[in-house]
């Protein structure tokens, strides 16, 4: 069953690209560049929970970050992750983080937007997220799940021409839709 409140980004780019563009934005940014760009915009103005905050950004400075790009737009912005060193970082730096499980989160309040960018691949159980993400979405909010694609043109490249697949050791899944 489909729902107009979970809105992946990938739902978006049709809209962002046009035919023959499928890696880059219709101003010519790299995918990932554009693809935060949006989520950005999504969280502008917004209460935003950001699940798996610290991601791919540990060590790299705070300022930096998506999160902290997040909350520069926001309304408020509230960040989860379990990485315990880098939220005390965090929070030693003024950032609004808690340390929390993805699966088991209870956090006292409703969020506009919850993004939870390249994290559901990591999860043992994403059915558990899901569950928690949607008890802590206000009635009109939305989750925007960002996931790296199992069949980018990337990995077919790859696989075509016999250098494997990237793959990370942590990943629990591939998605392709």
Known sequence: MKS???????????????????????????LHTSK????????????????????????????????????????SCVGIDIVADEIARWKAKGH?????DAEDFAVDRKFDIIV???????????????ERARSHLKPSGRLCIVTPNAHSLNNVFKSLFGLGVASNPEHTCWYDR
Not at 8 to 24: C, D, E, N, Q, T
Not at 116 to 130: M, Q, S, V, W, Y
């Open 36 to 75: 935060l760009g949006r989520i950005v915009e999504l969280c502008r103005g917004k209460d935003v929970l950001d699940v798996g905050c610290v991601g791919g950004d540990m060590g790299i400075e705070v300022d930096r970050t998506s999160h902290a790009q997040f909350e520069a737009v926001a309304r």
């Open 116 to 130: 939870a960018a390249d994290l559901i691949e990591h999860l043992a159980n994403p059915g558990r997220f899901l």
């Open 96 to 100: 609004n983080v808690i340390f929390a």
């Open 4 to 30: 107009d409140r979970c809105m992946p980004v990938v739902s978006l780019l049709p809209r962002m690209f046009g035919k023959g563009k499928a890696w880059r934005s219709e101003d010519n940014l790299p």
